[in-house]
């Protein structure tokens, strides 16, 4: 079976980064699949995670970025030029390798849902983030005026998009809630990433933080629930591991709060794991989550894990009290005394940690990648 993925590009640290190339690869070893990932905006570079040696990348070489140096009207004219170029590469790419199914992530190449079904069995559309907050939307919203309207008619444009489609899926079944009104959605999670045999001693007064700095993943509410935690904790430290818009603005308010012994801000690094093995919390403190990888890679290491219980993807992934805690969105007292809690008491971090690393069994890569197996031999069945 050939599948074809369409994704901007692989150049991000991102969740839906790791979780695609791992399905690919998956797909391309263990099955046999002829795989091919098709970007748009690589330009160039290497994908930050590893890529099987098995499994095609295809660069459209169109550079969506170059947009981003013009006044609104003018990104507007050359946005509408590189889709042009971009559905015409996409259509010869089609033309050659004629995919069994096609799966978009439903970035902008969602409105070609007609090109992908004339080239294709099937085509499945992706979610990897919660409707309410797909392609940013709110943030347009907030900008009031004309952006309101425009955010409504990308809006309609997404959900007549995702009703041609053969099959969309989501990441929980609030999402799956969420698309009633638009069409019938498939719920498959996100396979857990790391599941070391050997255990996490969760001795290390460490905590862990892993995200982007925007907006969405609030790294801004972490320092704010860390200026609490060092009062009564000030020999415990919390590595963030984050790149991104709100960096210098977070270095700033760690200066501003005195924290600069306690927070470190680490550079990207392709060991993660040892990242977590070396850590004994770990924090999320996300406005909105479709179906958050860094808890699933940290409660596979036995990591006790503190998020908000915001929307929508915790809530799916930790137990509160079983193997973690969910505090109230946006309640940074509520969610320092947890953390606080797990810091004083090792017997319980390693109470919990140890029920963390069951949950995720779960979510193992077999069992996740049988449901996708399954999706595309039905769809392609006698077709």
Known sequence: MTIAYIYPAFINIGGADKIIISKANYMADHWG?????????????????????????IDLDINFFQQYQYAPLKRLMVYLKLMRRYRKAMERTLQQIR????????????KFVGLFKKYSKAAIAEVHTTKKNIRALPNLRLKGGFYIFLAAYIERQLNNSAKRFDEVVVLNSLEED???????????HNAVQYYPEEENELKAKNVIYVGRAEYEKAPDRLIDVWRVVAEKH????VSMYCTGAMLDKLKARVRDYGLEQQVRFMPPTKDMLLAYMSSSICVLTSRYEGFPV????????????VSFNCPS?????????????????GDIDGFAEKVCLL?????????????????????????????????FERLTKGK
């Not at 970007?39 to 040696?53: E, I, R, V, Y």
């Not at 969420?178 to 498959?188: E, G, Q, T």
């Not at 993807?313 to 969105?329: A, S």
């Open 33 to 57: 699949y002829e795989v091919y990932l098709i970007t748009d905006s690589q330009n160039g570079l290497p994908t930050f995670f590893p890529l099987s040696p098995k499994v095609h990348l």
């Open 99 to 110: 995919p069994d199914i096609i799966i978009s992530t439903f970035s902008r190449d969602a």
């Open 178 to 188: 969420l698309w009633k009104r638009v069409r019938k959605v498939r719920v498959i």
């Open 234 to 237: 000030p020999d415990w430290t």
């Open 294 to 305: 860094v808890l699933q890679e940290a409660m596979g290491c036995g990591i006790p894990c």
């Open 313 to 329: 993807g915790p809530r799916y992934i930790i137990t509160d009290h079983e193997d973690g805690y969910l505090v109230r969105d």
């Open 343 to 375: 810091m004083e008491d090792e017997a319980l971090r390693r109470r919990l940690g140890r029920q963390a690393k069951q949950s995720m069994a779960r979510y193992g890569a077999d069992v996740i990648m049988a449901q996708w197996r399954e999706l």
